[in-house]
Nanobody
């Protein structure tokens, strides 16, 4: 079993920055990612990383502003979020799973483990 514990959410003004962390217990996965659910909307992909080789995939909406990283020793995933916009407001979820090489990291159905979510609110 894998347990994911997120931290780092909060309230920030537009243009500001936040860093989310996701600590994972266990290593029964080869990929991790961040998804978000804006108020009244469906959950959407944000960014993901393949743990084995560091391959990263970003949603177009966050490319150039968000950076995903990992600390193998701490089994922890991060996302540095810069130049935040009000439309980034959402509950952010960390996810982990075993994604077959050659298939998309963007699909939430590839991830079997999810964190509890952390709220990010960006004020205008």
């Amino acid at each position: 079993q894998v347990q994911l514990t997120e931290s780092g959410g909060g309230l920030v003004q537009a243009g500001g920055s936040l860093r989310l962390s996701c600590a994972a217990s266990g290593r029964s996965f080869n990929s991790m990612g961040w998804f978000r659910q804006p108020p009244g909307k469906e959950r959407e992909f944000v960014v993901a990383i393949r743990w084995t080789d560091g391959l990263t995939v970003y949603a177009d909406s966050v490319k150039g502003r968000f950076t995903i990283s990992r600390d193998n020793a701490k089994n922890t995933l991060y996302v540095q979020m810069n130049s935040l916009k009000p439309e980034d407001t959402a509950v952010y979820y960390c996810a982990a799973g075993t994604v077959v090489p050659g298939t998309s990291l963007r699909s939430d159905n590839k991830y079997g483990y999810w964190g509890q979510g952390t709220q990010v609110t960006v004020s205008s």
